[in-house]
């Protein structure tokens, strides 16, 4: 073994210093920019205890805690096994109708949750057209059983349906990017289709599957549309209420603060159940694993498996809304709706963009130059996920008010004034990546685990500097997950409501404030216009998206076919994990 | 090499798509941050600007979240005028010192001493009434009489309110704790939600579909819900509405009238334009703006002499509360946690 990066790889210190100095400042200074509103929210827990709002609180605590808790519980079981058990179906078998399942099992993301919630609301409440067809039918009188939409069997039923093609999504491109040749020789080995699901594909999809739940549980924790619209009490409507209905900030900073424990225990547990194993892909070409043929009974049970959770979640609240706005939508729609959608897209494109540097900047650095200050920089960045928007915004508003304050008198001699600081378009982009940088951020970092160190001392041996294997190694390794972190972000950026509400400029609207306009006046009739507009909106990435995934696995290893060669012969690997 | 693209992408939209700041302001410029979202008001901002010259911009949103954002730009605010959809978010701003006194005399005799703040902080424009909807099937009129009987026990398991988050509701047992009391109220909390036939969801407009369903056969609403239903071109909607009948309660001659919340404005503390500002809110008391309230979204003139068209709903001799708005909003927050301790969720 003369390969002449040997020597170096041992002492690797040497090779990075200087990206270890710059590196980790570039993550603790996002981290510092990116958690800004957060941290601002967390520290007026300091503020001393007082006023109408504490008794308040004292008495609804309880009932918080344990909504929130079940709430998580419900979401993440639900969304677990329709997610894993979708991405593992299209992925290992075949069938007829395969490829479209794959597609339609996304489009849930393409709708907001609250627009979901309206719909069941609408559909399932009491004087709604179901329970009317129901009694008509029946000849039913008061007190038949029926279960109650608005509850937190409801809240369950629709964020699960909503939100499992986060887990869907990174669990499939988990397993794509898994070699089929474990699956082969699993199946050698004696396991049955099912045995190696859970003994091989499962624990080794793990890093995919967890930071698909973990989104999910942090998008729970952040919802406030669908538990508002349920009369579900949890953290965030509690926020809300102690923040307005109090007026005390540091009410809701309190409650906010639980919030963040709760996101922190979540990703504690995940972190220490997985110990100190490491999850890479075994150096190997890959190609397409022969999937399974089903036919008859299975095919068929296969196909309607796939189409059932994409029919809750996407299919029959879209039905529902193209209803509602071709019988009475938005008297307006024709006029606005194009400068809207612009709005709406420019936005959700320019936080995707920036969101994917950033995200690779602080999960390469979590890699090249692992350090307490690195690993703290890109988990405190992932706060905002879990945090609701308008608090976010409020912790925004607070310390930019301020920084606007300061600044007012250069700005104005710039033909600016402090408000490009309170309230832009700048502002706005600022604050979706405070709350969606986690999305890109873990699919990143989900990617890049999965791709082991070996490849990259084969490429250092060969005399690849780091630049270049980030360039010619990870990044057409990394293509497809980087692809889906910026798509994930557009759409959660074109659903995004509270912040947006309150932090745009005058005179700028974007298609989720119109839905707002008309929804909280009770006009859900002319908001499904809009609301309707955003899931086409949403429709290309998501389709992208899918895209992205199933091109992954046939393009990869033809353009690192070089590197591959090199791994397969040296010996031992060099490590630097 | 995709990823310089991206970057390029990036810098690109983020300073040659995005610079588009709320740096309004000028003298010729109005801007408001309006709780009210009707397109029907659309009209009173362009008369106003026909009239004056003065151009209108708009922020809508949340009014609570408005007046934090008015709250942390502090001197820098682009804000002049803050409208909002009821008496307690005005009374909040008011509290916050985010409300500037207004001494115009067009504004003191338009509207009625209890629409407005006593010193003049700010001035409702509309009126809405917080009424008692029953099924006309199932409760005879003479059945019905007060907020307060809504606590007997004849009632049981047949009344649909609204969550008591919902400020309409704070501000309705706002008045009640003004009129009778802590424990007063606390007792009559318990008897709303022993009678409830169902828990407390949805909106008005639920509430009235709910009771033409026949899922309860009273509840609490605002009036301009009911007229919208009665006027909506969908045939569903009307139906609903004949179902329905709305009684104004407490209007005999020993009570007080019915509860009345208000729409209205303030001119910020920080406005640039406060010439500008005062000639708005005296425009929305002119008999123009009065109208487009009344015609747009069936909620009552503020301003005596001006008619709504569905003044009919009402009866021909309303009485209505004339506590000041600015004591029942101050209430809001007590009344919200007597409800929630009585089970209101």
Request: hydrophobic content about 50%; overall charge positive; proline content about 6%.
């Amino acid at each position: 073994m003369t390969a002449p990066g040997a020597g170096r790889g041992a002492g690797s210190g040497v090779w990075f210093s200087a990206r270890q100095g710059l590196l980790p400042a570039c993550g603790a200074a996002l981290a510092v920019a990116l958690s800004l509103p957060v941290l601002t929210v967390a520290a007026t827990v300091l503020s001393p205890a007082h006023g109408e709002w504490v008794e308040f609180v004292r008495l609804v605590l309880p009932r918080y805690v344990q909504n929130t808790v079940w709430l998580l519980g419900g979401v993440g079981v639900g969304t677990l096994v329709v997610g894993v058990t979708a991405a593992w179906v299209v992925t290992a078998y075949r069938f007829p109708g395969r490829r479209l399942a794959q597609v339609v099992l996304l489009l849930p993301l393409a709708v907001p949750a609250y627009l979901v919630a309206y719909a069941y609301a609408d559909l399932l409440q009491y004087s709604g057209p179901v329970q009317s067809a129901l009694r008509a039918w029946l000849g039913l009188a008061r007190g038949y059983p029926f279960p109650e939409i608005r509850s937190l069997g409801g809240a369950v039923f629709v964020l699960t349906f909503v939100l499992y093609p986060y887990v869907y999504l990174l669990t499939r491109a988990a397993l794509l990017e898994q070699s089929p040749l474990t699956w082969e020789v699993s199946r050698t080995l004696g396991y049955g289709a099912w045995g190696t699901f859970l003994r091989v594909a499962l624990p080794v999809a793990r890093p995919g599957i967890a930071a698909g739940l973990g989104l999910v549980g942090m998008e729970v924790l952040a919802d406030f549309g669908t538990v508002k619209y349920f009369e579900l009490d949890t953290f965030a409507t509690g926020v809300y209420l102690v923040w307005f209905s109090y007026g005390s900030v540091a009410g809701a900073a309190r409650l906010a603060a639980w919030l963040v424990g709760f996101v922190l225990a979540v990703v504690a547990v995940e972190r220490l159940s997985r110990g100190r194993r490491r999850y890479h892909r075994p150096p190997g070409p890959l190609r397409e694993a022969r999937p399974m043929h089903l036919s008859g009974v299975q095919a068929a049970v296969a196909l309607v498996a796939c189409l059932l959770p994409p029919a809750v979640g996407f299919g029959i609240p879209g039905t529902y809304l193209a209803w509602m706005a071709w019988v009475g939508g938005d008297p307006l729609w024709s006029r606005a709706f194009l400068e809207l959608a612009g709005n709406t897209f420019a936005l959700a494109a320019a936080t995707a963009a920036v969101a994917v540097l950033l995200a690779a900047v602080l999960a390469y650095g979590v890699r090249l130059a692992p350090s307490p200050v690195m690993h703290l920089a890109a988990r405190v960045v992932s706060l905002g996920y879990a945090v609701p928007g308008v608090v976010v915004a409020v912790g925004i508003l607070v310390p930019f008010g301020w920084l606007a304050n300061l600044l007012d008198p250069y700005l104005r001699r710039l033909g600016l004034s402090g408000a490009a600081l309170t309230g832009s378009t700048f502002t706005l982009v600022y604050a979706y990546l405070v709350r969606f940088l986690a999305a890109a951020l873990s699919t990143v970092e989900a990617g890049l685990s999965r791709i082991g160190p070996t490849l990259e001392g084969a490429a250092r041996t060969l005399g690849h500097g780091p630049s270049s294997v980030l360039v010619r190694v990870h990044a057409p390794l990394m293509r497809g997950s980087v692809f889906t972190a910026a798509l994930l972000v557009f759409v959660d950026a074109l659903k995004e409501l509270p912040a947006t509400l309150v932090l745009r400029p005058l005179n700028f609207d974007t298609l989720a404030v119109r839905v707002y306009q008309l929804a909280s006046d009770e006009r859900l009739m002319q908001a499904s216009t809009a609301g309707l507009c955003i899931v086409a909106v949403g429709l290309l990435p998501v389709l992208l998206l899918d895209r992205a995934v199933h091109r992954s696995r046939v393009e990869a290893p033809v353009e690192i076919s070089g590197a591959h060669r090199a791994e397969v012969r040296l010996t031992p690997p060099v490590r630097f994990a | 090499m995709r990823s310089r693209l991206l970057s390029t992408l990036a810098v690109l939209v983020v300073f040659v798509v995005l610079p588009r700041s709320g740096a309004f302001g000028q003298a010729r410029e109005l801007n408001l941050y309006n709780g009210r979202h009707y397109d029907t008001d659309e009209a009173i901002y362009r008369e106003f600007t026909r009239r004056t010259g003065v151009r209108v911009n708009l922020i809508q949103g949340d009014a609570d979240q408005l007046i934090e954002r008015i709250r942390a730009e502090g001197a820098t605010s682009p804000a002049d005028v803050l409208i909002t959809v009821d008496a307690g978010r005005l009374y909040r701003a008011q509290q916050l010192g985010l409300c500037q006194r207004v001494d115009s005399p067009v504004l003191h005799t338009r509207i009625p001493a209890h629409l407005r703040d006593p010193q003049g902080h700010w001035f409702g424009f509309t009126k809405r009434y917080r009424v008692i909807a029953y099924a006309r099937a199932r409760v005879p009129r003479s059945m019905l009489s007060t907020y307060e009987d809504l606590s007997s026990s004849r009632w049981k398991g047949r009344l649909l309110v609204r969550s008591s988050s919902h400020v309409y509701n704070q501000s309705l047992v706002g008045a009640l704790l003004a009129w009778h009391g802590e424990s007063f109220v606390a007792r009559w909390a318990r008897g709303v939600v022993a009678n409830l036939g169902r828990p407390p969801q949805g909106g008005d407009l639920d509430q009235l579909r709910a009771v033409a369903a026949g899922e309860g056969d009273v509840a609490l609403v605002n009036h301009y819900y009911y007229l919208r239903l009665l006027n909506s071109p969908h045939p569903v909607d009307r139906a609903v509405a004949q179902q329905v009948g709305l009684f104004f309660p407490n209007q005999e001659p020993e009570e007080r009238g019915v509860h009345v919340n208000l729409s209205g404005a303030c001119v910020t503390s920080t406005s640039r334009n406060r010439q500008a500002a005062v000639a708005f809110l005296e425009f929305l008391s002119s008999d123009f703006a009065q109208e487009v309230f009344a015609r747009g979204n069936f909620e009552f003139p503020a301003v005596r002499g001006i008619a709504n068209p569905m003044a009919a709903v009402a009866p021909a001799t309303l009485r209505e509360d004339t506590l000041n708005a600015a004591v029942y909003a101050a209430n809001g927050g007590k009344a919200l946690q007597l409800m929630v301790a009585a089970g209101w969720r």
